[in-house]
């Protein structure tokens, strides 16, 4: 089992930023990649980022290229999120997701961190 605990989420206005953290404990060698994702209300769970932890390969959706940057410590086994120039339709619960390959849908992920919320003000 892994266990995923995401932090750094709020109310911030359009145009500012965030960061999320996301801490990786348990069997965390069995977790090559790490992703977050975002579900609205009414609407399902999108990919957003996503990163191999060896060799630091990112993937990102279309909608947050050039805005949001995906890191990792592979020391501390944390994966970071860094989300600039904010827009209200970047509001949902973003979640840290862990699996043993790059995958952008949730399908491709074993552990799942209980969300934060992130809320975009105009």
């Known amino acids: 089992q892994v266990q995923l605990v995401e932090s750094g989420g709020g109310l911030v206005q359009a145009g500012g930023s965030l960061r999320l953290s996301c801490g990786a404990s348990g069997r965390t060698f069995s977790s090559s990649a790490m992703g977050w994702f975002r579900q609205a209300p009414g609407k399902e769970r999108e990919f957003v980022a996503a990163?191999?932890?060896?060799?630091?390969?990112?993937r990102y959706a279309d909608s947050v290229k050039g805005r949001f940057t995906i890191s990792r410590d592979n020391g501390k086994w944390t994966v970071y999120l860094q989300m600039n120039s904010l827009k209200p339709e970047d509001t949902a619960v973003y979640y840290c997701?862990?699996?043993?390959?790059?995958?952008?849908?949730?399908?491709?992920?074993?552990?799942w961190g209980q969300g934060t919320q992130v809320t975009v003000s105009s």
């Open positions: 997701a862990a699996g043993a390959v790059l995958a952008v849908t949730p399908r491709g992920y074993d552990y």
């Open positions: 990163i191999i932890r060896s060799n630091g390969i990112t």
